[in-house]
């Protein structure tokens, strides 16, 4: 899934698709990887095609103005952000049974 646009506020993103379908998404994280950033992103509404509660990663790219969202092109790149971002959500759910 490539997208034309994006727009970012707070926590949220839109992001439009090359069929212009906006998809309102929450941001999950945004974190590095080997000189790269990425961002994790779960859609608000269900979205065609995809199963419900999964989420979107992209490469991240942001100036303070302006913000690039690029595909993950190769599937070690994917599994390797996946496991980075899944690594991330452990710690968090480890440090909340701290609380």
């Not at 929450?26 to 979205?47: K, N, T």
Request: glycine share 2%.
């Amino acid at each position: 899934m490539s997208n034309k646009k994006t727009i970012i506020t707070e926590d949220t993103i839109s992001l439009f698709l090359d069929d212009n379908t906006e998809v309102e998404c929450d941001i999950l994280a945004i974190f590095p990887m080997a000189e790269q950033f990425y961002i994790a992103l779960m859609p608000q509404s269900p979205v065609d095609g995809y199963e419900e509660c999964e989420y979107f990663l992209y490469r991240y790219q942001s100036d303070g103005d302006h913000v690039e969202l690029t595909d993950i092109e190769s599937d070690a790149e994917w599994e390797a952000a996946e496991d980075k971002f899944e690594e991330l959500l452990d710690e968090e759910e480890f440090n909340q049974m701290d609380k």
